[in-house]
């Protein structure tokens, strides 16, 4: 696992996960992951693309991962999160 960002939610703010897109991945094996380090919860786990939508509240820890799921060997990929703070 990789993480890729950490920050803490602003006060009277919502993070906003808008998408989560897989940029590239030949190997398959990555997904992306975002964790709520202060509950100790994926907020979203995606392997390819989602434009579901996801929310974590003020005062939230968040990690933005990328997973490699194969734990035999490295993987590279890239992914895209289209985030934002309102």
């Not at 950490?6 to 964790?35: C, M, W």
Request: hydrophobic share 45%; glycine share 4%; charged share 20%.
């Amino acid at each position: 696992m990789v993480n890729v960002a950490a920050f803490t939610v602003l006060s009277n703010r919502t993070l906003y996960i808008h998408t989560i897109a897989e940029l590239y991945d030949p190997d398959g094996y990555v997904k992306a992951q975002v964790y709520n380090v202060t509950d100790d919860v994926v907020v979203a786990d995606v392997d390819g693309f989602s434009d579901t939508g996801w929310t974590v509240p003020e005062g939230k820890t968040v990690e933005f991962r990328l997973v490699n799921t194969d734990t035999a060997a490295d993987h590279v990929a890239n992914y895209a999160f289209l985030i934002s703070i309102v």
